[in-house]
């Protein structure tokens, strides 16, 4: 979770959760899960590659991940 500094106190807080945006979907994150802001959907997914093994190829070579996911809900460039 991202930290802010306080002007007016000088200590440092966390940033609201519901302002934070996981980077993988974009959609407003819930806090940090392995080492990354995300949201519930994204933590569940790693979860489950980690729990099961799973190792996802992408099928469509020279297209951003970012892109790649969004477009076309490709598992491996999640």
């Known amino acids: 979770v991202a930290c802010t500094k306080s ?11 519901s302002e934070l945006v996981c980077p993988v979907c974009s959609r407003t994150a819930t ?3 392995y080492m990354l802001i995300s949201c519930n959907g994204c933590r569940s997914f790693f979860r489950r590659c980690i729990a099961l093994k799973k190792n996802y190829a992408c099928k469509r070579a020279g297209v ?10 490709c598992k491996s460039c999640r």
């Open 64 to 73: 951003g991940r970012r892109s790649c996911y969004l477009l076309h809900g």
């Open 7 to 17: 002007s007016a106190s000088g200590k440092n807080r966390l940033a609201k959760v």
């Open 31 to 33: 806090g940090t899960h």
